[in-house]
């Protein structure tokens, strides 16, 4: 049977960098389960890493060498469900797999990551918990990092990025995107459109995205109490011992 690395958690908690060891170790491909970083031009507050290149036939981002899939594969206002990232991820697992290369699925939409990995398939306009058999084996990592650590993180964060996110939503608003679309993306989008509007001051604006950054964390942290029970990481040695047994079981 295929297997399948998973590596999820909150937002600030080292997934990526984590995902990149295992890639360069296990001759990985990283598939993103973002539901932000879908879009182009969303790349300052979706934290986007990585130079654009190519894996295959799909365009990729590379970081330090390893391609990510799932990353700027659909324009910014357009509509994009689970239902799409699941039919994109399923049909590049297969080719990752014919490739002989391990699949990582990485980021913190926890619905994503679930849906794939208990086979949610939708029927009748609704998803359907475990309709579909999984024919690859899972295995699901979550670096374990305090709340507190990653809430400041996140708080130190958008202060530092909030001119740069504030010309990137302008750009996006020039380019014919709705304010309405952007609020509805959530997060740092949200704020920066309603700072652009007028609707909140610099200060207002910092206070209550990092506000709602910090109760995002603890929704992903909440998600994963419920679902798949990942095995909690807490250092890069720890996670290659773990999926080099999971390999060669």
Known sequence: M??????VGPTGSGKTKLAVKLAKKFNGVIVSADSRQVYRGLDIGTNKEGVPGKWGNYQARIVDGIPQLLIDVVEPGDRFT???WLTLARKMLREIWAAGQLPIVVGGTGLYVTALTEGYQLGGGRFAKNNQPVDFEPLILMPDIERSVLNRKSDERFPKIFDALVAETKKLLDS?????????IGLDYRYAYRYLDGQLEREETVLQSQAASRAYIRRQITWWRHHGRPIAINSIR????IVKNFQIS
């Open 238 to 241: 720890q996670a290659l011992l």
């Open 176 to 184: 014919g995107i709705s304010g309405e679309w952007l609020n509805s």
């Open 2 to 7: 295929h297997k399948l690395i998973a590596v």
């Open 82 to 84: 689970v239902a799409d």
